[in-house]
């Protein structure tokens, strides 16, 4: 390659030198150029020159296709190396980037001219146009055109419980211990840092009306068997997110796959991922009532206008289902431990389809945001040799309105209807209760919360919440033998007392209301530092069994100093 264009510099170079002898010879008296031996050199210069245009263009072809074979075994390299080339249509991104220049470095070429003669004006010398500039990078992570972006947060939380709940920043309220436990009568301090949380966000924008991401996200919420609170600890990380998305402007259409909140959970805006709108809290099981879990979806968005989307999500299913103290009177499969690649110390439901959920979305300009949502869930057994298949589902809606525009929201937000317990963070009974025939009764349920977030300034954030879960009674009695959830024969005589093990308390209402503060003590280029307080009392409710329906309660207060690199 290095050896062509040296020879395409010299043979320019000899052309330029002919060229311009010939004109010299040109411009001379007829009488000068009537010498035998003039007109003979000239013709021989011409024909040199004639000699050396041919040889200068068949070489330049062979320059070029030189270049189009080494173009080619690039791309192919890219495709194997999983890197793509630059796009060759504009895109919003920026304009197409300029052809590559392959014009040989030295002066530029000249126009063929055609032969001089006599008394004619010097011939114009035209000069090609200059080379284009190099085709300019693409950007992003490597050149690749790949934008990537960190996230998270590093936290430090103390937590205080009067009721000892023996667990980290994710507070079980379902099981708040009665006063047969000595639990109740212990409190609980702790600190924790494992709620620190880091994620990564990878985009590409493939053309003007195309775009793909991936988002991952995790913390160290997770706990194997070696983890511990005396030396070492050894919790391992714990994934929260891991989708990627596709997102269509021209069609209006985004689609996602993998794992992310629920569909049924409230967005701030539209039906867009990470737009979700989460409580404030510390407390990382966030406030009763607050639709909410975390499973791999396909999950399907069509914008209609501006304002108006609608959606569709097929979710990952489990039922969480209550057998009660006495096996049905069947031969009866609901559930499994895990085998390879789930957790051997878990169980699993036999579960047959996914759960389908429904929403739509409506985001008057400057009069907040509303959804209206549905699910569907199929619950299966098989009792006495045969499989035994049921529905449950609910209807739900939420609400964000701006009492004050960027100082003073409200919002709220109600589900209910059958089999959707495991939907509530309280996760209080079950999501399907077990008949004396083997074959589950969906539990019916309500979760509902409200809320006030305040920005008296900018570095200030306030926030109040109440909410409330309550499953209804789904209980069967069959020759004295009591079944399924909140049974009136359920013995809680020895709730009261400590030591006693006659507490059944089945869980009828968990109600909760809890606030505080974000503060941001720094703000600026170096990140954002916050800290926060939050204080929450929660009350349990059990279903009246023998011995009456006793209630507990706890009170909890955390703090949290956060450091937000990005």
């Excluded at 609980?188 to 840092?193: G, I, P």
């Excluded at 529905?391 to 059958?418: M, R, S």
Aim: proline residues 9%; neutral net charge; glycine residues 10%.
């Amino acid at each position: 390659m290095n050896a062509s264009l040296a020879l395409l510099r010299r043979l320019r170079g000899r052309l330029a030198f002919a060229i311009g002898f010939a004109w010299i010879v040109g411009a001379l008296p007829a009488s000068a150029q009537t010498e035998p031996s003039v007109a003979d050199t000239i013709k021989q210069l011409q024909s040199e020159i004639k000699d050396i245009q041919q040889h200068y263009e068949a070489l330049e072809k062979r320059h070029q296709a030189e270049m189009r074979r080494l173009q080619r075994e690039l791309a192919d390299l890219r495709a194997q190396t999983g890197r793509k080339p630059a796009p060759s249509s504009p895109t919003a991104s920026g304009p197409k980037p300029a052809a590559p220049s392959f014009a040989p470095v030295g002066p530029a070429p000249v126009a063929a001219l055609p032969p001089p003669q006599a008394g004619s004006a010097p011939p114009q010398v035209v000069a090609a146009p200059p080379p284009a500039p190099a085709e300019a990078k693409r950007g992003g992570f490597m050149n690749t055109g790949i934008e990537l972006t960190p996230g998270g947060f590093l936290e430090g939380a103390t937590i205080y419980r009067s009721r000892n709940l023996t667990a980290d920043i994710g507070s079980p309220w379902n099981t708040i211990p009665f006063p047969n436990s000595a639990n109740n009568h212990l409190s609980e301090f702790r600190f924790s840092a494992r709620q620190t949380r880091l994620s990564l966000l990878a985009e590409g924008k493939v053309d003007a009306a195309t775009a793909i991401a991936g988002y991952v996200e995790g913390d160290f919420l997770s706990a194997p068997t070696d983890a511990n609170g005396v030396e070492s600890n050894s919790y391992s990380p714990r994934l929260r997110h891991a989708y990627a998305t596709l997102d269509r402007n021209d069609l209006r259409l985004h689609v996602l796959a993998g794992q992310d909140w629920t569909f049924l959970t409230i967005f701030n805006h539209g039906l867009v991922p990470r737009q979700e709108r989460l409580p404030l809290t510390i407390d990382n099981q966030l406030v009763p009532g607050f639709t909410w879990v975390r499973q791999p979806q396909v999950r399907v968005v069509q914008d209609l206008d501006a304002a108006t989307s609608v959606g569709l999500s097929l979710e990952s299913p489990q039922a969480s289902v209550f057998s009660g103290p006495n096996a049905p009177f069947v031969p009866t499969t609901f559930s499994n431990t895990g085998g390879l690649h789930l957790n051997p110390l878990a169980t699993y439901s036999t579960d047959i389809a996914p759960d389908i959920v429904t929403k739509i979305a409506y985001d008057p300009d400057g009069w907040g945001h509303y959804e209206a949502y549905g699910i569907g869930r199929l619950f299966r057994s098989r009792a006495a040799f045969e499989n035994r298949t049921v529905w449950g589902g609910g209807i739900g809606a939420a609400a964000i309105y701006p009492l004050i525009p960027k100082q003073l929201e409200v919002q709220g937000q109600v589900l209910a209807g059958y089999g959707i317990g495991r939907y509530g963070p309280g996760i209080l009974g079950a999501d399907v209760a077990l008949k004396p025939d083997g074959v589950l009764a969906p539990i019916p349920e309500i979760q509902a919360m409200v809320g006030l977030v305040g920005h008296p300034t900018d570095a200030l954030d306030l926030y109040l919440y109440a909410g409330l879960e309550q499953p209804g009674r789904t209980a069967f009695t069959v020759g004295g033998k009591p079944f399924g959830y909140g049974n009136a024969l359920y013995d809680n005589s020895g709730c009261l007392t400590e030591g006693s093990a006659l507490c059944a308390a089945n869980t009828s209402r968990i109600w909760q209301v809890t606030g505080g503060p974000w503060y941001r003590v720094y703000r600026g280029d170096y990140g954002t530092l916050q800290i926060g307080a939050q204080l929450s009392y929660t009350r349990r409710n059990i279903f009246s069994g023998i011995g009456g329906s006793p209630s507990t309660d706890d009170l909890i207060f955390f703090t949290s100093l956060r450091y937000i690199p990005l």
